[in-house]
């Protein structure tokens, strides 16, 4: 059942991709020709990006040299910076500040006319430790993390049992016992430049090896963490735990087409890309993640459910 689902969705995503580079493709002809090297960014949603991504141009043999800069179709300098290569073979990884319209294509091109007009932010800290003017920030030791005029424990992964089946019949949360700690290397600084700074750890929970990310943007206040998992656990749950205070018994979760409130019960609930805590009357916290499908909440803490390996119903 599992093999026949996957192959159907696979199907529909391959056909919905083909679909999308054809007709992007057939919009860029319409372009016209620029000698330099570009980057072709499309927004096919209906809202506007605006913030950071991450690109790999392809520069061939000549590489990435310092000389060289990233411009929009009015040949002003876009912000960008170069950051740590996915690939262990090389490659130009580059974050660029972007702001796309819906179903905008942008055409960025890369020019060696270099131009210095941007300010330099500052970032503090060091390889423990690491904030913006803007009121991000974070540290490792003792672990803590600040948004805006907020501080926070620093939220951490932990295993719990989970013994139910593959949809969790009968049960309405996973308990808050037999509970597995990580453990966590020293950390290193991947990437210390004018408009990102990052910070990553490398771990280990239970069997499982874990690498997680803080990065912080120059232009806001918004503190970003990802974790990558080598997941080798059985009949356990992983959920990344975040100590706080909340203000009331409600909060709001993102669903899909829109938004409903919930008591702060401490029960497993669906959520999509959201979910915001009220911190007071007026400021509440926000937390977005793409990759986060299930959360529980009580006043005291907010726990998102990140992976499992439930017992398999026949």
């Known amino acids: 059942a599992y093999r026949h689902v996957q192959n159907e969705l696979g199907a529909a995503e391959e056909w919905g991709n083909a679909l999308l580079n054809d007709v992007l493709r057939i919009r860029m002809r319409q372009l016209p020709d620029n000698e330099h090297q570009r980057i072709m960014l499309y927004n096919a949603s209906d809202c506007v990006y605006d913030g950071?991504?991450?690109?790999?141009?392809?520069?061939?043999?000549?590489?990435?040299?310092?000389?060289?800069?990233?411009?929009d179709e009015q040949n002003q300098p876009v912000?960008?910076?170069?950051?740590?290569n996915e690939s262990l073979t090389g490659g130009n990884r580059l974050a660029i500040r972007?702001?796309?319209?819906?179903?905008?294509?942008?055409?960025?091109?890369?020019?060696?006319?270099?131009?210095?007009l941007f300010e330099e932010p500052s970032f503090t800290g060091d390889t423990h430790c690491m904030g913006n003017q803007l009121g991000a920030g974070v540290a490792l030791?003792?672990?803590?993390?600040?948004?805006?005029?907020?501080?926070?424990?620093l939220p951490d992964v932990i295993l719990y049992p989970?013994?139910?089946d593959t949809w969790s019949h009968g049960i309405d949360r996973y308990l808050e016992q037999d509970e597995t700690l990580p453990v966590w290397g020293v950390p290193q600084v991947l990437n210390d430049g004018q408009h990102v700074r990052e910070i990553a750890q490398r771990g280990r929970i239970g069997n499982s090896d874990l690498l997680r990310r803080f990065r912080i943007y120059s232009d806001t206040g918004a503190l970003e963490l990802s974790f990558?998992?080598?997941?080798?656990?059985?009949?356990?749950?992983?959920?990344?735990?975040m100590p706080m205070q909340a203000y009331g018994d409600k909060r709001t979760d993102g669903i899909p087409g829109g938004c409903i409130e919930r008591a702060q019960d401490g029960a497993e609930r669906p959520v999509r890309d959201w979910t915001m805590i009220p911190l007071d009357a007026e400021e509440s916290l926000a937390i977005v993640s793409p990759d986060i499908f299930a959360l529980d909440t009580?006043?005291?803490?907010?726990?998102?459910?990140?992976?499992r390996s439930p017992q398999m119903a026949h």
């Open 52 to 71: 950071w991504m991450e690109v790999e141009p392809w520069m061939g043999l000549r590489g990435w040299h310092d000389e060289f800069g990233v411009f």
């Open 79 to 84: 912000p960008f910076q170069k950051i740590l």
């Open 98 to 116: 972007v702001k796309v319209a819906p179903g905008q294509i942008m055409a960025l091109h890369i020019d060696n006319k270099k131009k210095e």
């Open 141 to 153: 030791y003792p672990p803590e993390m600040v948004v805006g005029s907020w501080s926070f424990a």
């Open 162 to 164: 989970d013994t139910s």
């Open 228 to 241: 990558r998992v080598d997941w080798q656990e059985h009949n356990k749950a992983l959920k990344l735990v």
């Open 298 to 307: 009580t006043k005291d803490r907010l726990r998102l459910t990140m992976l």
